[in-house]
């Protein structure tokens, strides 16, 4: 077996949710899910199907997070493992109805920043053993940092 650590540069212009699932349907029903809850967003998704012709399955409304999308499983050739790329979206917006799709069996991160997953493969497959997301902290928020955090979640929103 081979362990790999799968480097990917994202600049925080995307976010995106790495799950593993179950079912050739997600792909669709992860699709809808983003769609029906945040309309305007722009999304890719991909899923690595597992089993019969082992297809990456992929829909969405935005044929540079299509791409996007189908590179990263390309990339990581993880079975039943799938991303949701995004944009006008915050994965906070459809985390919860993502974890409550049928075939969604977990949920490996949700992130802007830049992602390593590690990976091991096999004779006959591989799959996702761990994430790093972003970077290691620099040191503890003082007041200053605080005031920011707070300032920061109301301009976007999520606090009044």
Do not use: W
Request: glycine share 8%.
């Amino acid at each position: 077996m081979d362990i790999k650590s799968n480097f990917f540069d994202n600049d925080g212009s995307i976010n995106l949710i790495l799950g593993q699932s179950h079912f050739i349907k997600t792909v669709e029903d992860l699709s809808e899910i983003v769609a029906t809850t945040v309309p305007k967003a722009k999304f890719g998704v991909a899923f690595c199907e597992a089993s019969g012709p082992s297809l990456i399955r992929y829909e969405g409304n935005d044929n540079e997070l299509v791409g996007k999308a189908i590179k990263m499983m390309e990339t990581l050739k993880t079975g039943h493992c799938f991303v949701i790329m995004m944009r006008d979206c915050y994965p906070i917006n459809i985390l919860s109805k993502v974890k409550n799709c049928d075939e969604v069996a977990r949920i490996f991160c949700a992130t802007a920043n830049p992602l390593t997953v590690l990976t091991v493969e096999s004779n006959d497959g591989a799959g996702i053993i761990g994430i790093i997301d972003g970077v290691s902290p620099k040191g503890i928020e003082n007041e200053e940092d605080k005031t920011k955090r707070k300032e920061f979640l109301r301009k976007i929103g999520y606090k009044y």
